[in-house]
């Protein structure tokens, strides 16, 4: 199949109008769970746990949330339809458009499961490697840590930045202590910074990141 456009999510609104507009197959490539997808299996991770906790009902009611957010560029998206010859659309039919296109998750089954209520052309393929390995590796500091100790704990929050990044960096410092274990905070965005870390006690080691990566 020649001309296909692939899009990575979570940026993926605009994906159906793109295939409509150029009229070629396209299929959604991601390694995180779409907003459009909810399921009855677990609850949004993307926003704070359901308050009631009523199973199955609680987990398809917090994907609802996602709406909202999909909706504040709704003209945005109309603007840049029309300048593309494109009639107006709806967040409803854009969902609707966007969930009947193939998908292929990258993460593993063994740690998210496929859900049984997702549409059919979702596939979880497992993760994804480079064939040629990657020039850029870890620090000599990183590389001394590695070597100093048994394997370490990596931690990090990818691109989430929270309100209180010191606080919550505290938080995980103390967990590593009181379990005993080293770790490698993968400070990414911001989401881990501010606190003082026990570095005389060689149980943690922190790496920044421009992507919020750690070659660990």
Known sequence: VTGVQTCALPISWGVASLAERLGVPT??????VGLHLPTCMFPNPFQNPPRLQLGWLSNWLSWRGANA?????????????ASIGLSPTTWPRETHLLRRLPHLCGYSPLVLPRPFDWPRGVQVTGYWFLREPQSEGPTDELRQFLEAGPPPVAIGFSSQVGRNAAATTRTVVDAVEQAGVRAVLVTGFGG???AQLPRSEEHTSELQSRFGISYA
Do not use: M
């Open 69 to 81: 957010a999909g909706t504040i560029g709704l003209p945005l998206l109309n603007q840049w339809r």
């Open 192 to 194: 881990l910074k501010g």
């Open 27 to 32: 299929f959604v490539s991601t390694v995180t």
